[in-house]
């Protein structure tokens, strides 16, 4: 199952000032939450294991990531067990029990990214303005690790 790719993004009504690259951050944020959360397979654990690391040391981001090792997409197959449960659940769950109690993922990150650009007094011109840094993936995780653990109670799941 595909969850998500960049494509998908840039191939229409995507903004003409930003680069294609810009389409998958939303989606690299995530797979770097489960990279660091240990969420992905155990195939993709192995055949992409120094770029794990790097992602986890923060030196590579979530989106490099995604660009080099996934073409741009995030399957099923990168993700455990646990990682595709929640994943089909939040990240592509528009009729879950999960989203219908609280929200799906890319409304929860373009909540984030609204009420942050609101504080600083500015509006993103889209989603895909979003900048690609540690410091909003720092806001994504602590949103991730909330929704995650909500998610657990919600599926009686230590």
């Given at each position: 199952?595909?969850?998500?790719?960049a494509?998908?993004?840039?191939?229409?009504?995507?903004?003409?000032?930003?680069?294609?690259?810009?389409a998958?951050?939303?989606?690299?944020?995530?797979?770097?939450?489960c990279?660091a959360s240990?969420?992905?397979?155990?195939?993709?654990?192995e055949?992409?294991?120094?770029?794990?690391a790097?992602?986890?040391a923060?030196?590579?981001?979530g989106?490099?990531?995604?660009?080099?090792?996934c073409?741009e997409?995030?399957?099923?197959?990168?993700?455990?067990?646990?990682?595709?449960?929640f994943?089909?659940?939040?990240?592509?769950?528009?009729?879950?029990k999960?989203?219908?109690?609280?929200?799906?993922?890319?409304?929860?990150?373009?909540?984030?990214?609204n009420?942050?650009?609101?504080?600083?007094?500015?509006?993103?011109?889209?989603?895909?303005?979003v900048?690609n840094?540690?410091?909003?993936?720092?806001?994504?995780?602590k949103?991730?690790?909330?929704?995650f653990?909500?998610?657990?109670?919600?599926?009686?799941?230590?």
């Amino acid at each position: 199952m595909k969850y998500d790719d960049a494509s998908w993004h840039y191939e229409g009504d995507y903004p003409a000032d930003l680069p294609d690259e810009n389409a998958a951050t939303h989606i690299g944020m995530f797979v770097a939450w489960c990279i660091a959360s240990d969420l992905m397979s155990d195939e993709a654990k192995e055949d992409f294991a120094e770029d794990m690391a790097a992602v986890k040391a923060r030196q590579m981001t979530g989106r490099d990531y995604l660009i080099t090792n996934c073409d741009e997409k995030f399957y099923s197959g990168d993700l455990s067990e646990q990682g595709n449960q929640f994943a089909k659940d939040y990240y592509d769950g528009e009729k879950s029990k999960f989203v219908k109690k609280y929200a799906e993922y890319m409304q929860d990150y373009c909540d984030i990214f609204n009420e942050k650009a609101e504080k600083a007094g500015f509006e993103y011109a889209s989603v895909y303005h979003v900048e690609n840094s540690w410091e909003n993936y720092e806001l994504v995780a602590k949103m991730l690790d909330g929704r995650f653990a909500q998610w657990k109670v919600m599926n009686y799941i230590q």
